[in-house]
């Protein structure tokens, strides 16, 4: 079974610019919840969606917004990016039950110049 | 406001000798915790997780404890090996279906 996919691996922006990433869950998961991490800061929580649904947000500006597919793949969007945005940005899928085991891709890192 | 803390930024066992990493949090309302590890350059790998209701779970050499009345968790790893050395994130689970990480402590294994 393949795992989490995400792309593209790597980025470079300036600030100002706009930037989607994407992710493909693990077949037969419908949850995706994508987190951002930066040095020292583990990793923050920024949404996560089941079914085409946005069921959580966490504590980032609207600038940061997602969606998911019929297909429960998932794209993030950061609009006017800001140097503080540079980040290794992770996503992870799960069964979306409680208590289900959360996988994860292997992030995309998205340098902000 | 931190609900999951690791406070030990890094940690350094020998080889074959027992790693004990900890975990505290402050929200009695999270209902299960899950351990991750993670290499550079790659997302967090899942270990071994436990339930609110549980106090034990052991999975291999990896064993996860938890104390709900002091709000504390650990992973031992028993015996280490150097393909252990890692960044291990805690991270604890609720009704919410987020999960709330802590900062990671870096584990290194000496050969």
């Known amino acids: 079974k393949a795992g989490v996919t995400q792309t593209p691996r790597y980025l470079i922006k300036t600030r100002g610019q706009q930037v989607t990433l994407s992710c493909s869950p693990i077949?037969?998961?419908?949850?995706v919840s994508w987190y951002q991490q930066t040095p020292g800061q583990g990793l923050q929580f920024l949404f996560e969606?089941?079914?085409?649904?946005?069921?959580n947000k966490g504590n980032f500006p609207g600038r940061f917004s997602g969606r998911q597919f019929s297909n429960s793949r998932s794209e993030m969007n950061v609009s006017t990016l800001e140097l503080g945005d540079s980040a290794l940005y992770l996503c992870?899928?799960?069964?979306?039950?409680?208590?289900?085991?959360?996988?994860f891709g292997a992030g995309t890192r998205l340098s902000v110049l | 406001d931190q609900q999951v803390k690791q406070n030990s930024p890094s940690l350094s066992v020998q080889e074959g000798r027992i790693s004990i990493l900890n975990c505290d949090y402050t929200?009695?309302?999270?209902?299960?915790f899950l351990w991750y590890k993670k290499y550079p350059a790659e997302g967090p790998t899942f270990l071994i997780s436990?339930?609110?209701?549980?106090d034990k779970n052991e999975d291999g050499r990896f064993t996860v404890f938890l104390n709900k009345s002091a709000k504390h968790l650990s992973l031992h790893i028993v015996p280490s090996q150097p393909g252990d050395s890692a960044v291990y994130f805690c991270?604890?689970?609720?009704?919410?279906?987020?999960?709330?990480f802590g900062k990671g402590t870096l584990l290194t294994v000496n050969p």
């Open positions: 992870a899928s799960s069964l979306g039950g409680l208590e289900n085991i959360q996988y």
């Open positions: 077949s037969g998961h419908r949850s």
């Open positions: 969606y089941f079914s085409e649904t946005q069921r």
């Open positions: 929200n009695s309302m999270f209902d299960y």
């Open positions: 436990i339930s609110s209701i549980k």
């Open positions: 991270a604890a689970g609720g009704s919410n279906y987020k999960l709330t």
